[in-house]
């Protein structure tokens, strides 16, 4: 089993930074693609937005909302993945998710993982 435990999230005014940290442990194998995704108030989990998404090799991939201020980034020998919010708007008040593909140790397959979510309010 892998588990995905998110850290960092929390309240801060418009235009403040905070960053999130998720570490995956567990039988893992290998790690393809981390990422975030959020889950703005009053919506379902099934419109959840992709924030960013981060390959093994470092390819990245942003949400237009959120391009030249979030920065995705990844730890592989840690099997953790950040991200870096900058320039913070109320409008990125959500509950952010993350997510990895993960294979598992005697699998040869990949299969995807989601964190339990940690809230980000931005609001003055």
């Known amino acids: 089993q892998v588990q995905l435990v998110e850290s960092g999230g929390g309240l801060v005014q418009p235009g403040g930074s905070l960053r999130l940290s998720c570490a995956a442990s567990g039988s893992i194998f290998s790690i393809n693609a981390m990422g975030w995704y959020r889950q703005a108030p009053g919506k379902q989990r099934e419109l959840g937005e992709l924030?960013?998404?981060?390959?093994?090799?470092?390819?990245?991939n942003y949400a237009d909302s959120v391009k030249g201020r979030f920065t995705i980034s990844r730890d592989n020998a840690k099997n953790t993945v950040y991200l870096q919010m900058n320039s913070l708007k109320p409008e990125d008040t959500a509950v952010y998710y993350c997510?990895?593909?993960?294979?598992?140790?005697?699998?040869?397959?990949?299969?995807?993982?989601w964190g339990q979510g940690t809230q980000v309010t931005v609001s003055s």
């Open positions: 924030v960013a998404a981060i390959t093994s090799g470092g390819s990245t």
């Open positions: 997510h990895a593909v993960v294979r598992t140790v005697g699998a040869n397959y990949y299969v995807p993982y």
